[in-house]
């Protein structure tokens, strides 16, 4: 944009310079005018065409977050589907987190009442899959619980 406004001077005083060389006095103002005219209408195209450009970006942006959001709720999925090893590692901790936050139980605190709201919220079947302590140490062969128990867990925790 420097760049455009400093050529734009230059040429209404390049224009300036011509039209007193030329001796014509009475056409100075009009070709001088007509030449700032032109000027400042190059320099409001070149702003709008720039703003333009971040709507552009943002749509952008939007896109490629909602790719990135799909792709890890794609991974997600295909982890519950997989192995209770995958499970433990990666779901395991991020359901157990999003319950204590649904709930304000921390488990630190006093495991007894974090166990029995866990229980009482999913029911012994689920909370065996949502409880951070019940990581096995064999479950590469044991399959995990499938789509169905995450969409279930995920219901549940919305409702809380």
Known sequence: MKKLVAAGIFIVVLVEVTAIAVLDREIVLVVVGAM??????????????????????????????????????????????????????????????????????????NHAAFHATGTMLFGTELWGWVDPQNVSRTGESEPGPGREALDEILRRLEQV
């Not at 997600?76 to 779901?91: G, I």
Request: no cysteine.
């Open 36 to 109: 700032v005219a032109l000027v400042l209408l190059s320099l409001r195209f070149y702003l709008v065409r720039e703003g333009g450009d971040d709507s552009e970006t943002l749509t952008n942006d939007a896109a490629e977050s909602l790719r990135r959001w799909l792709s890890r709720t794609e991974t997600l999925v295909s982890r519950a589907e997989s192995t209770r090893r995958d499970w433990d590692r990666h779901l395991r901790p991020m359901l157990a987190r999003q319950f204590e936050l649904a709930t304000g139980h921390r488990q630190a605190g």
